[in-house]
């Protein structure tokens, strides 16, 4: 959530800043309500300040005049909880409203309505030359036997599949090889829940503006719970509530999950296959840092997906994402995106973002600065959260199918891959 207090500072700057995302829906109606809880804050004390005078004066007042003073005192504390009835439920609204105003962005996104001014920064390896009809990753997946669609369509409906055999086991050594990657490398492993309760979908952003791409199910409680869109989610919300010390950060994290999308806003869209699916699997870095750490781990985030792509052996370019094609709770945004054969193209496979203090903010995470003097005591306030696919293990499947097949049908295993295969180097 932005920060209120320096939106009444400064309401035209920081308006501004946000009109580059282009039309914010709700923005007049917030600034409209910050001076209305201004006003009637003011008012409020005035009235208060009137009620204690006359409290004072009540004690030297003479008969006839307590019965006046009285009456008046009487209407001041009926207009002042008046005041305050009406102040708490202009804040609640406003509260609610500002839920749904995204971040701000940096100044270095490049302005664009979507994702057609998004910056390639940097290609890294070479798309293969095949000198034989290239196949998609479904076909050449159900002519191995590894991917079985019509059958997760007749027990689930559209947008779901089986993995099997070599498959299945391509699958896990992915989501072992990334996890391993990133331990080896310093990250706390978590093993999240699946279903979180509204609160914490509300501190990473997903809620209220991303509702309708949610599962909600009914908790044994009554309480709605929501399937995780991603480990995001419970990995972030993981110290919601608490103050840590800055000589914590950086906190990096990494989490294997299932994820869970309804899809709502792709209609249409890779409706072939398993690129966009209602759940599929991903490992997530998230990190807590610093507002001074986090332009270092928001470049290390990318390199480290980076690197596990260069490992794989697949081709991939980066991209700075532009103000109209950045996420709702970004200040700015990388996207890698994986070679596919098939498409002749370059798809997303892994996206790190900055949030600033955004989400910790809904959230309510705060780190308290080291003091600068033996003695001095610091304010705690909002750190700073990042996270990153790392990565997602579906469409890395699809590269690896698609980039490493073979003239006789088979696919070729990675080499990094060998250790989690039991040693089998090709798929046949």
């Not at 664009?112 to 196949?135: M, Q, S, Y």
């Not at 596919?340 to 949030?355: D, H, I, T």
Request: charged share 25%; with cysteine.
């Amino acid at each position: 959530m932005l920060d209120l207090k320096a939106f009444e500072k400064d309401p035209e700057a920081l308006e501004q800043k946000l009109r580059r995302r282009g039309e914010v829906v709700g923005l007049g109606e917030v600034l409209h309500l910050m001076k209305e809880r201004k006003a009637l804050i003011v008012s409020a004390q005035v009235d208060q300040e009137r009620r204690n005078t006359a409290s004072k004066a009540l004690a030297k007042a003479t008969t006839e005049e307590i019965e006046q003073m009285r009456s008046e005192l009487k209407v001041l504390s009926s207009n002042i909880k008046e005041k305050e009835a009406q102040l708490r439920s202009v804040e609640a609204n406003l509260e609610a409203l500002a839920l749904t105003i995204p971040n701000i962005l940096r100044d270095e996104v490049p302005l664009g309505v979507d994702e057609d001014a998004n910056l390639e920064v940097a290609k890294f390896g070479t798309p293969k030359n095949f000198d034989f009809a290239v196949r998609d990753h479904v076909d050449i997946g159900q002519a191995l036997g590894i991917i079985d669609i019509a059958r997760a369509a007749k027990i689930s409906g559209a947008r779901f599949a089986f993995l099997r055999g070599a498959g299945s086991r391509l699958n896990r050594a992915l989501m072992q090889y990334f996890i391993d990657f990133h331990t080896s490398r310093g990250d706390i492993e978590l093993t999240p829940p699946y279903l979180v309760r509204e609160q914490a979908m509300i501190g990473t952003g997903q809620l209220p503006n991303l509702k309708e791409d949610t599962f909600q199910v009914s908790g044994l409680s009554g309480e709605p719970l929501y399937l995780i869109p991603t480990a995001e989610v419970p990995v972030t919300n993981y110290l919601a509530g608490e103050i840590l010390d800055e000589k914590e950060l950086p906190l990096r994290f990494c989490a294997y999950s299932a994820c869970f999308r309804a899809e709502a806003g792709a209609a249409g869209k890779d409706t072939r296959g398993l690129i966009r699916q209602h759940q599929f699997e991903k490992v997530e870095m998230v990190r807590f840092t610093t507002p001074e750490q986090a332009d270092a781990e928001l470049d290390a985030m990318v390199k480290r997906a980076g690197d596990m792509l260069t490992e794989l052996e697949l081709p991939y370019r980066m991209i700075l994402k532009c103000s109209g094609d950045t996420g709702f709770c970004a200040e700015k945004t990388y996207d890698l995106e994986v070679w596919l054969p098939a498409q002749n193209s370059y798809r997303e496979v892994s996206s790190c973002s900055v949030f600033g203090t955004f989400q910790a903010r809904r959230a309510q995470i705060r780190y308290r600065p080291e003091a600068k003097h033996a003695g001095d005591k610091t304010r705690a306030e909002p750190l700073v959260t990042l996270n990153g696919s790392g990565l997602p293990l579906g469409r890395v499947f699809v590269a690896i199918l698609e980039n490493h097949q073979q003239a006789d049908g088979t696919v070729a295993i990675p080499k990094v891959l060998w250790p989690y295969m039991g040693g089998m180097k090709t798929i046949e």
